[in-house]
């Protein structure tokens, strides 16, 4: 039990399997411990073992809300849905927007773990404190806009109102896509990790969410409103987060479009280029063949924006919702969606060879729809055009080629219902076509999970932090490119190694904190770990130094670690794809204005490893008693031994 401010002191442990719901307390030593949310989920799935089968009752599911999740917190409308990934054997946690996280604090939860496989399908109603699971064998099949139209209109007379949210999935939970999301309010993904596949699996088909308004009061007011006040002074006046100024809130996260781009540190063309203009340079003779411009942040701005809603208690806006009219194969395709994002905008586009901006505004709206992350598949499928091109999908009398958008289209559905024998593959994610094409150097993946839109051959912090994410390649684990490409909190050379072990750690504990508050991301290119602090204190009643707090954020990083360690996991996993490591027989150097760069990746792991203090990936004993992390077997490791063997 707690009494904290900020928890609702009540979690909903649910199984699927008989039905039972029993309700239960937050333990105040580890709300202290792991804050919430990502910190407090991961142990909640710590707890459950870290040798359970993802797709076996025994994996648990975790919706978790954080102390400042749905209160009058700047950007505070995040849940974080933690497990073990189906997708890479991790632990996992994904996050998403909206009202949901707000909605569900709100109707008397701090958070909803689901275990177990339920017979039939069901979906989880949620209110006043109480789950009740219902039948929802009318909705399997469905794709997830018909699904929450169906539950809006089964629950609410067919109005969605202001206290209601779905998160839902589609067809690629259903047939376990292994990076199959969660999608809440038609357009906002829990998108990494496969945490839909792990729902699908279950026969979870939605969590309803109806809530009254119930704000989380301040324990200390005093000191939340010097935090609060300060918090919103740095967010408008910061040049990114400034509400109708700053570049995230008039372009979204697409702003980044054109300044990587000119940095050459745009992958494209399955990352075979640093940049649109690379490929272009090398492949156009002469001409100007592909331009990432035309997806940019300022391109959709000025041609295709129709609305730019927010999230709860977010003044910055940065969600640009489009609409376009696109012909796809002779027919015309209507799309209004919300999700034109950086990350998935290049996924879809650039980097699988093309630059056809509705078009993938289509992709998009049926990613979501089919429930599939958009990172993934876009990367997945530029894995296959480029496997297509060497000839390793003839016997398949099957393949895509580069840069087909229309097939894209059609493929992002028949990966979500595995219809083709090459959809089927497609659907089983980066490494198993790895093994099963002999396809290892065509994938952008690390640890299963594919990477983002920031090239690690000219940005170095970032290499670092694909390889050494615990949930697989990922720039939000620590947001090096705030630094290497925004100046936030200074700027530092992008194309510099030394360094970076550091920065990264730093981004890494520092996320881990924002993560389990819940609170979005954007705001550390505003607020730091002073206004963290003064918020945190203020609405739980606390006392935390910012030491103190950023060693919470290093535990929870190290808890995560710990997980993967006891899973089979060691520094040999913390890799990069062959094409941007330095000394790699199959290393691709960057061009442009990045001319001949490569990660130096083994240097950078030395410098990573013992920032943290970790020996070859693992955590030590030591480091785990210096913590205060004391569940577990421990890892057997000693600083200065060698790491020990999984199975020790």
Request: contains cysteine; charged residues 25%; proline residues 4%.
């Amino acid at each position: 039990m707690t009494d904290l401010g900020g928890f609702q002191d009540h979690v909903a442990r649910i199984d699927l399997g008989d039905g039972d719901v029993a309700y239960e307390g937050i333990d105040e030593e580890d709300a202290k411990k792991y804050i919430g949310a990502r910190g407090l989920g991961v142990k909640y799935v710590f707890d459950q073992g870290p040798d359970v089968d993802p797709l076996g009752p025994d994996n648990l599911l975790a919706f978790m809300n954080g102390p400042l999740t749905g209160t009058q917190v700047t950007m505070s409308g995040r849940i974080a849905v933690c497990t073990k990934s189906p997708l890479t054997g991790t632990v996992t946690d994904s996050h998403h927007g909206g009202w949901s996280g707000a909605r569900l604090k709100w109707s008397g939860f701090d958070g909803l773990l689901f275990e177990g496989q339920a017979d039939e399908p069901v979906y989880a109603y949620v209110e006043d404190g109480e789950v009740e699971l219902r039948d929802a064998s009318h909705l399997w099949g469905q794709g997830v806009h018909d699904t929450i139209d169906e539950l809006e209109a089964e629950i609410e007379g067919g109005s969605l109102g202001k206290n209601l949210s779905v998160m839902a999935i589609g067809p690629g939970g259903e047939n376990e896509v292994k990076y199959a999301c969660i999608i809440n309010e038609d357009d906002r993904a829990s998108g990494r990790g496969g945490t839909g596949c792990v729902m699908g699996n279950k026969n979870l088909k939605a969590v309803v969410v109806k809530s009254g308004t119930r704000m989380p009061k301040p324990k200390d007011q005093e000191t939340f409103q010097e935090g609060h006040k300060q918090a919103m002074q740095v967010i408008q006046e910061s040049d990114v987060t400034a509400p109708n100024e700053g570049g995230l809130s008039m372009y979204g996260t697409n702003v980044l479009m054109n300044l990587t781009e000119e940095m050459d540190g745009l992958p494209t063309k399955n990352a075979k280029y640093s940049s649109t203009r690379s490929m272009s340079e090398s492949e156009g003779d002469g001409e100007r063949i592909i331009d990432s411009e035309n997806v940019s942040g300022e391109n959709v701005r000025e041609n295709i924006l129709v609305d730019e809603p927010t999230c709860h208690s977010c003044p910055v806006a940065c969600k640009k919702e489009v609409e376009v009219q696109a012909m796809h194969k002779g027919e015309e395709m209507n799309v209004r969606t919300e999700s034109y994002e950086y990350e998935s905008a290049w996924a879809l586009g650039p980097n699988s060879g093309h630059v056809e901006r509705d078009k993938i505004a289509v992709m998009l709206e049926r990613c979501n729809d089919v429930g599939v992350d958009t990172i993934d598949v876009g990367n997945t499928m530029a894995m296959a055009m480029e496997m297509t091109e060497q000839g390793k999908f003839d016997d398949l009398g099957d393949g895509i080629d580069w840069g087909d958008a229309d097939t894209m289209i059609d493929m992002i559905d028949m990966i979500g219902n595995r219809e083709t024998e090459l959809a089927d593959h497609l659907a089983e994610g980066p490494d198993h076509l790895a093994e099963e094409f002999d396809a290892h150097t065509n994938s952008l993946a690390v640890k299963g999970q594919t990477m983002a839109a920031y090239d690690p051959r000219c940005m170095k912090g970032m290499a670092i932090g694909y390889a050494t994410s615990n949930r697989g390649a990922c720039h939000l684990r620590g947001y090096t490119p705030a630094a290497e490409i925004l100046g936030i909190p200074e700027k530092v050379d992008p194309r510099e190694w030394e360094g970076k072990g550091e920065l990264c750690a730093t981004f890494q504990d520092l996320h881990a904190i924002s993560d389990s508050f819940d609170i979005c991301k954007f705001n550390a290119f505003a607020e730091g770990i002073e206004e963290y602090v003064l918020q945190y204190n203020g609405m739980t009643g606390l006392d935390v130094s910012e030491e103190e707090l950023m060693e919470a954020g290093e535990r929870i990083y190290n808890l995560e670690r710990y997980y993967n360690n006891l899973a089979g996991f060691d520094g040999s996993d913390d890799d990069l794809p062959n094409r941007f490591v330095e000394g790699d027989e199959h290393a691709i150097p960057a061009q442009g204005g990045s001319e001949g760069e490569l990660a130096e990746l083994s240097k950078m792991k030395d410098e990573y490893y013992e920032v943290r203090d970790w020996e070859n990936g693992v955590v030590t004993d030591e480091k785990l008693d210096e913590l205060g992390i004391d569940i577990g077997p421990g890892t057997g490791v000693s600083s200065g031994g060698a790491a020990a063997p999984s199975d020790d």
